[in-house]
């Protein structure tokens, strides 16, 4: 299980080695992505709270990248932290989150990106349930649900 001393030491000393890499230009992600996808995925946006589909669907599936598939998140470990962001608490395996230290806006946090690709994600927090104790705090617009049975 990932911990919040285990992801503080990722991002000061060096994340996991991903399953693969996968590296396109500016232009071949924005022939892909929306212009919104684009806009929080590859330029580090957010969207506004409470507005992503994504934030009360619980349906049994898989999130993965938007960008490039990967898969980030099971559904089973979702919850509904009250934030207005779909909340996890652990990814789908430890290698697939990269995790920097991010001091935008005058504070401290630690920002998490698709380890394959470097998208960003969203921002993970100490102050999850247990038994880990994490909020992976994700935008809709960077993952697609993979539903079970489809």
Request: hydrophobic fraction near 30%; glycine fraction near 8%; include cysteine.
């Amino acid at each position: 299980m990932i911990t919040w001393k285990s992801i503080i030491n990722y991002s000061t000393q060096g994340n996991p080695i991903p399953d693969k890499r996968v590296e396109k230009t500016e232009s071949e992600w924005q022939a892909i992505l929306t212009p919104e996808q684009f806009r929080i995925t590859r330029q580090k946006g957010t969207e506004a709270a409470n507005s992503g589909e994504l934030c009360g669907i619980y349906a049994a599936g898989k999130y993965s990248c938007i960008c490039c598939g990967s898969p980030l998140f099971d559904a089973t470990i979702k919850f509904e932290s009250g934030t207005g962001w779909p909340s996890f608490t652990q990814p789908i395996r430890e290698n697939a989150i990269k995790y920097e230290k991010d001091t935008a806006f005058g504070m401290v946090r630690v920002e998490v990106m698709c380890n394959t690709c470097d998208a960003h994600l969203g921002h993970v927090f100490p102050d999850g349930p247990e038994p880990s104790g994490l909020r992976y705090c994700i935008n809709s617009e960077s993952m697609q649900l993979q539903k079970e049975g489809k």
